[in-house]
């Protein structure tokens, strides 16, 4: 159950919307289901006293506005009090009396006419359609004073959970006051009647949010939005500095023929540009980081850097497995790296992750303030994805695609349980959904090299493969065979034996892998393992890919859990087998 609150000035105009035939024919039989004393005349259906339903809305509009008269200039300049109240679509259809019931609690709630004050303020409910209705009322009270009714709309959410808790409906998640500002039902109307397939402040809201992911100056992240295409005024005070920033979409423009601008603060709570400025002087990226790295890894550069953030997400999924509040602040760099994937990804997975980035924007805020957390690493990972242009979807672009995919999907999963152990729930369910979409995008990524994996498994020499087999399952039981009698565990296999062509020991390699974090909360454990056993020790993340092998004296970049330091390099695991007494602790 959803309530909208707005403020208005004119009682007349508004009845006479709410009565009417809606902007598309939508109203159907408004009527009345309830008012301040239950005798309200209703121009929809109460025809006893004068048949034609102007003259009854006239006398409602004199009777809903009789105190604002007698209050004079003391009345409010915006007297009129609007709250439509949505039922999901799941919910059952509510009967009149009990949509009177809600809008009498609703009131009650918010100060409006408090339950047995006889000086409450007069008001009423209109139906007009199956799953709403709307309250009107007039902020004027019996003794002319105001109504005290400080915090109406958290008022009005927290009554509406209540019923909902009561009356066994859909119980949505309890807002913060951090989430974006939703388009209004003018902008929807506007996206429809011009063929757009959303309103333009859900388009403005992603393009601004894409151009600031990984943006190390102010300069850049406005030389971007530009570069998309976007139409961009800065606001300046007198001295000539920027205090503010507004965007338009190209072809967007109001009756005037004026362009439709956008404050940034009004696309979300973080776009603005105080906010944006904080982000980029707290997280300043390091531009020399990727140049730094170029040299010295023989993947393309797209593959490069999509193994690099992997490492580095991985970080950020330990930080928030920690509960630290300051990881608070990697939810923003794990938003900002979505938004590059998403950008850069191929067409096959495009759609897929855009939708997650979408989804994961409500994660990145919450009340939580981190006051000390080092976000340059994964702000760096998100430009230099960026940088690094698109990745073919193929070879081993594909691949690292969707090695980085896997592992975002347990660094959402991460997430939904740091902001649940808050008691943030739209940001936990929204962590959740994004995971949902990336295992979208991870089967659609991983298809063709998990199937190549899995036949050079089951390629390999008998002897080879129950040996790799018999560590699989003394390093994880649970591991067993698939419903068409193959094993789950072939592309594992496959990648162990590898790794040991490549001199690693191939039992501490596992070991490794799987104390790098839980995987609990994995889809398919031995994916996952997959992808962390090649970027370890420095495989092809596509099967049909040659192992680049290192010039004489060239150091690569170092592969541990701790691979989000990228400025730093150590000799490659592959250059010397390793020893299983050396093995890191588990964390």
């Known amino acids: 159950m959803v309530p909208k609150i707005r403020r208005g000035g004119r009682t007349h105009g508004l009845l006479v919307y709410l009565y009417g035939p809606g902007k598309r024919d939508e109203h159907i039989d408004p009527h009345l289901?309830?008012?301040?004393?239950?005798?309200?005349?209703?121009?929809?259906?109460?025809?006893?006293?004068?048949?034609?339903?102007?003259?009854?809305?006239a006398r409602l509009t004199?009777?809903?506005?009789?105190?604002?008269?007698?209050?004079?200039?003391?009345?409010?300049?915006?007297?009129?009090?609007?709250?439509?109240?949505?039922?999901?679509?799941?919910?059952?259809?509510?009967?009149?009396?009990?949509?009177?019931?809600?809008?009498q609690r609703l009131v009650?709630?918010?100060?409006?006419a408090p339950e047995g004050d006889p000086d409450g303020c007069r008001w009423i409910a209109v139906r007009?359609?199956?799953?709403?209705?709307?309250?009107?009322?007039?902020?004027?009270?019996?003794?002319?004073?105001?109504?005290?009714?400080?915090?109406?709309?958290?008022?009005?959410?927290?009554?509406?959970?209540?019923?909902?808790?009561?009356?066994?409906?859909?119980?949505?998640?309890?807002?913060d006051g951090t989430g974006s500002k939703a388009p209004t039902s003018a902008e929807r109307f506007k996206a429809e009647r011009t063929g757009r397939p959303e309103p333009s402040r859900e388009t403005l809201r992603e393009a601004v949010r894409q151009a600031l992911a990984g943006a190390a100056t102010e300069e850049e992240f406005f030389t971007r939005l530009r570069e998309a295409g976007l139409r961009v005024r800065v606001r300046t005070a007198p001295s000539g500095d920027a205090i503010g920033?507004?965007?338009?979409?190209?072809?967007?423009?109001?009756?005037?023929?004026?362009?439709?601008?956008?404050?940034g603060s009004k696309l979300a709570p973080d776009l603005s540009l105080p906010k944006i400025r904080l982000r980029l002087a707290n997280d300043t990226v390091d531009l020399t980081m990727s140049a730094a790295t170029s040299g010295r890894s023989h993947w393309s550069p797209p593959a490069r850097e999509r193994r690099s953030a992997a490492g580095i997400a991985e970080h950020a999924a330990i930080l928030l497995d920690s509960d630290d509040d300051n990881a608070a602040a990697h939810l923003v760099g794990v938003g900002e790296l979505l938004d590059a994937v998403a950008q850069t990804s191929p067409a096959a997975t495009?759609?897929?992750?855009?939708?997650?980035?979408?989804?994961?924007?409500?994660?990145?805020?919450?009340?939580?303030?981190?006051?000390?957390?080092?976000?340059?690493?994964?702000?760096?990972?998100?430009?230099?994805?960026?940088?690094?242009?698109?990745?073919?979807?193929?070879?081993?672009?594909?691949?690292?695609?969707?090695?980085?995919?896997?592992?975002?999907?347990?660094?959402?999963?991460?997430?939904?349980?740091?902001?649940?152990?808050?008691?943030?729930?739209?940001?936990?369910?929204?962590?959740?959904?994004?995971?949902?979409?990336?295992?979208?995008?991870?089967?659609?990524?991983?298809?063709?090299?998990?199937?190549?994996?899995?036949?050079?498994?089951?390629?390999?020499?008998?002897?080879?493969r129950r040996t790799h087999e018999a560590t699989i399952r003394a390093a994880l039981p649970q591991q067993g065979l698939r419903a068409d009698g193959t094993t789950k565990t072939d592309a594992l296999a496959a990648t162990m034996a590898q790794a040991e062509q490549a001199g690693h020991d191939p039992e501490a390699?596992?070991?490794?892998?799987?104390?790098?974090?839980?995987?609990?909360?994995?889809?398919?454990?031995?994916?996952?393992?997959?992808?962390?056993?090649?970027?370890?020790?420095?495989?092809?993340?596509?099967?049909?890919?040659?192992?680049?092998?290192?010039?004489?004296?060239?150091?690569?970049?170092?592969?541990?859990?701790?691979?989000?330091?990228?400025?730093?390099?150590?000799?490659?695991?592959?250059?010397?087998?390793?020893d299983p007494r050396t093995r890191p602790p588990r964390r």
């Open 33 to 57: 289901v309830g008012s301040w004393d239950g005798f309200a005349p209703d121009p929809g259906r109460d025809t006893s006293l004068d048949p034609d339903p102007k003259a009854t809305l």
């Open 62 to 103: 004199a009777a809903l506005d009789l105190r604002v008269k007698q209050a004079g200039d003391r009345a409010p300049a915006k007297h009129v009090w609007h709250c439509s109240v949505r039922t999901d679509p799941g919910d059952r259809m509510l009967t009149d009396a009990e949509w009177n019931t809600v809008a």
């Open 108 to 112: 009650a709630a918010t100060g409006i």
């Open 128 to 175: 007009h359609a199956d799953d709403h209705i709307h309250i009107l009322a007039t902020l004027v009270r019996g003794d002319l004073r105001r109504p005290r009714m400080n915090y109406d709309f958290k008022k009005a959410q927290a009554e509406c959970r209540r019923i909902e808790k009561e009356w066994g409906l859909r119980r949505l998640n309890p807002g």
């Open 245 to 263: 920033y507004n965007v338009a979409l190209p072809g967007d423009r109001n009756r005037d023929g004026e362009p439709v601008w956008f404050p």
């Open 350 to 464: 495009r759609a897929e992750l855009a939708a997650a980035a979408r989804e994961f924007e409500r994660a990145t805020r919450s009340h939580v303030r981190a006051e000390r957390a080092d976000t340059r690493a994964i702000r760096s990972a998100a430009r230099g994805i960026i940088q690094a242009g698109g990745a073919l979807g193929r070879g081993e672009d594909g691949g690292t695609t969707a090695m980085l995919v896997s592992t975002l999907v347990l660094v959402t999963l991460a997430a939904a349980r740091w902001h649940s152990a808050r008691g943030h729930a739209q940001q936990a369910h929204a962590s959740r959904q994004t995971a949902e979409r990336l295992r979208t995008a991870y089967r659609q990524a991983a298809a063709t090299p998990m199937r190549a994996l899995h036949d050079q498994g089951r390629a390999l020499p008998e002897a080879v």
């Open 509 to 578: 390699l596992l070991q490794r892998a799987i104390d790098m974090r839980e995987l609990e909360t994995a889809e398919d454990v031995n994916d996952v393992l997959v992808w962390r056993l090649r970027r370890l020790a420095q495989l092809p993340a596509h099967p049909g890919e040659v192992t680049p092998q290192p010039q004489a004296g060239a150091r690569q970049p170092e592969t541990s859990t701790n691979d989000h330091t990228r400025n730093r390099t150590a000799p490659t695991a592959a250059a010397r087998p390793a």
